[in-house]
């Protein structure tokens, strides 16, 4: 099993930028998938961002291309979420979120916040208008 500790979140206005980080411990963490889901009040969880841990492929949620960045230094077990052009309804709880890549059976999937079984407790974004 992996650990995932999120850092980074906080209150911006529209149009800034923020820079979420997680770090992660434990075993084989080389075998892992990264991703970010978000959750707002009173909403379904969505996915944001992953990152495939060898090759480092990525992926974006739709609402979320082209404003924000994900990635990852293999040497500190850290992955990445750099978010610009912030907007109100980004505003929500994010969570980090990892996998063990051999338990995915399409790349697809990997875009799909019910892919993750590891967990992190959260960081929150709010963006005032």
């Known amino acids: 099993q992996v650990q995932l500790v999120e850092s980074g979140g906080g209150l911006v206005q529209a149009g800034g930028s923020l820079r979420l980080s997680c770090a992660a411990s434990?075993?084989?963490?080389?075998?892992?998938?990264m991703g970010w889901v978000r959750q707002a009040p009173g909403k379904e969880r969505e996915f944001v961002a992953a990152i495939r841990w060898r090759g480092g492929t990525t992926y974006y949620g739709d609402s979320v291309k082209g404003r924000f960045t994900i990635s990852r230094d293999n040497a500190k077990n850290t992955v990445y979420l750099e978010m610009n052009s912030l907007k109100p309804e980004d505003t929500a709880v994010y969570y980090c979120?990892?996998?063990?890549?051999?338990?995915?059976?399409?790349?697809?999937?990997?875009?799909?916040?019910?892919?993750?079984?590891?967990w992190g407790r959260g960081t929150q974004v709010t963006v005032s208008s």
């Open positions: 434990g075993r084989t963490f080389s075998s892992y998938a």
């Open positions: 979120a990892a996998v063990r890549s051999s338990t995915v059976l399409y790349y697809s999937d990997y875009a799909s916040e019910f892919t993750y079984d590891s």
